[in-house]
């Protein structure tokens, strides 16, 4: 038996859901938390921190807000959405000073352990004595062990480095301007 053919669905003519307010979303959190208490188990936690994502707040301060079942965090939350509340500044880290010899040293550790990655990458050693061997396909390493991994951060604020996440860092393609 043959089928008929079907017909290709236009654009734009499928549902489309309502716009999401997130006033209404941080009204309908703060209705769910007057009701909860800080024992308490099971899926509506989960609901209150999906409601919470939803209306745009913090993914990360949810979670940990959420996983703490903090109740003040998650009032701070709600109106930081409403307004109510400014949102918090993260606090910026205090690094330790270094003397210019030490991170002299560390930079140039760097560069050595990074020509020294690239060049192994590329030997022909294990391969086909035919083939040429292959280009180094990573931009970023982890620094040697024997500089703290403050000395490491505070090369990133001086724009020696880059931070590509992890504890890997890689040396930036253009050096910042101050």
């Given at each position: 038996?043959?089928?008929?053919?079907?017909?290709?669905k236009?654009?734009?003519?499928?549902?489309?859901?309502?716009?999401?307010?997130?006033?209404?979303?941080?009204?309908e959190?703060?209705?769910?938390?007057?009701?909860?208490a800080?024992?308490?188990?099971?899926?509506?936690w989960?609901?209150?921190?999906r409601?919470?994502?939803?209306?745009?707040?913090?993914?990360?301060?949810?979670?940990?807000?959420?996983?703490?079942?903090?109740?003040?965090?998650?009032?701070?939350l709600?109106?930081?959405?409403?307004?109510?509340?400014?949102?918090?500044?993260?606090?910026?880290?205090?690094?330790?000073?270094?003397?210019?010899?030490?991170?002299?040293?560390?930079?140039?550790?760097?560069?050595?352990?990074?020509?020294?990655?690239?060049?192994?990458?590329e030997?022909?050693?294990?391969?086909?004595?035919?083939s040429?061997?292959?280009?180094?396909?990573?931009?970023?390493?982890?620094p040697?062990?024997?500089?703290?991994?403050?000395?490491?951060?505070?090369?990133?604020?001086?724009?020696?480095?880059?931070?590509?996440g992890?504890?890997?860092?890689?040396?930036?393609?253009?050096?910042?301007?101050?």
């Amino acid at each position: 038996m043959a089928k008929g053919k079907r017909r290709k669905k236009k654009p734009g003519s499928g549902y489309t859901p309502p716009p999401v307010d997130p006033q209404s979303l941080a009204d309908e959190a703060r209705e769910m938390l007057s009701q909860m208490a800080p024992d308490e188990t099971g899926p509506r936690w989960g609901e209150l921190q999906r409601l919470l994502v939803k209306a745009k707040a913090d993914p990360n301060e949810v979670a940990s807000a959420i996983a703490g079942r903090d109740l003040s965090a998650i009032e701070h939350l709600i109106n930081v959405l409403q307004g109510l509340e400014e949102a918090e500044e993260p606090l910026e880290e205090i690094l330790p000073e270094f003397p210019h010899d030490v991170l002299r040293d560390a930079m140039k550790a760097f560069r050595k352990r990074f020509k020294l990655m690239r060049l192994d990458h590329e030997s022909k050693l294990g391969r086909s004595p035919l083939s040429t061997g292959k280009d180094a396909a990573f931009e970023s390493i982890l620094p040697p062990e024997q500089f703290p991994p403050d000395v490491w951060r505070v090369l990133v604020v001086k724009g020696e480095l880059e931070s590509t996440g992890r504890g890997f860092y890689k040396i930036p393609t253009e050096k910042p301007s101050f």
